[in-house]
């Protein structure tokens, strides 16, 4: 995963977030009957009890999202320095726009086919990002927007909704996007779960206000076997890379 972000990123001193992991329920053929005591259902069959479905479980759909603000990323002198103050999960996201590729990514834990819910983008938006925020008739969303530094939807009956493209993949497989790129989840329409893990990774920021407790918090709560390895222990900005010049 570190290569990844490092081959496309172009540095080597990364940090990477501890953030969330997602899980979509089934919303069909739920079947009505309780697990046995300590047993688990790796599926959603069973025999002798009711199947019914439950779409109110799906996910909501169109809630396409940057998570930066474009009009404020799409102006270069704006924008906010790096700061840590305790939430990892939305961590750099409404950091100032310094030139470096914006990442997020994703690891499918399950296959998760297209019926299933599960990711998707505009492909190729970040080509278009400039030109979209400097459009005149969206001056008064830029203006409801400006203190949205890290969350920023797409407006309703945008063109962009119309390009949205699906994302199945494979257990194992990792994905990452440019954060330029408006993307959300789609709702799941089967008898299976999708379960996924949400990573990012971005330049460290050693002398940012806030390092020395992002450690802290690092230290007490990374699982000690992976702090055992140096490499990891810069990854998630226990040790500092510059303590070995």
């Known amino acids: 995963l570190y290569r990844c972000f490092r081959t496309i990123i172009g540095s080597d001193e990364l940090w990477v ?8 329920r089934p919303c069909k053929s739920i079947p009505q009957k309780e697990l046995p005591p300590n047993t688990q259902r790796t599926d959603v069959s069973c025999e002798n009890c009711e199947i019914i479905d439950k779409p109110e479980w799906s996910t909501k759909s ?113 994905l990452i996007w440019s954060s330029e790129m408006p993307h959300c989840n789609y709702g799941n329409n089967s008898n299976r779960f999708r379960m996924v893990q949400y990573i990012k990774m971005f330049t460290a920021q050693p002398k940012a206000k806030g390092v020395a407790y992002r450690a802290k918090l690092m230290k007490e709560h990374v699982p000690k076997n992976l702090q055992e390895e140096e490499i990891n222990t810069k990854l998630f900005g226990i040790k500092q890379y510059t303590d070995d010049k």
């Open 62 to 174: 169109r809630w396409l999202h940057w998570d930066l603000n474009p009009f404020v990323w799409t102006a270069t002198q704006d924008g906010i320095d790096y700061e840590f103050t305790g939430d990892f999960i939305s961590e750099n996201n409404g950091s100032r726009n310094n030139g470096e590729p914006k990442l997020q990514g994703l690891i499918n834990l399950i296959d998760c086919r297209e019926e299933d819910g599960g990711f998707c983008i505009v492909p190729g938006f970040h080509k278009h990002l400039s030109t979209w925020a400097s459009q005149p008739h969206l001056s008064s969303y830029k203006h409801k927007s400006q203190e949205d530094y890290d969350f920023v939807y797409v407006p309703k009956n945008d063109p962009m909704l119309q390009q949205i493209q699906k994302i199945p993949m494979r257990k194992g497989s990792l």
């Open 17 to 24: 977030s501890v953030d969330n992991w997602g899980i979509m």
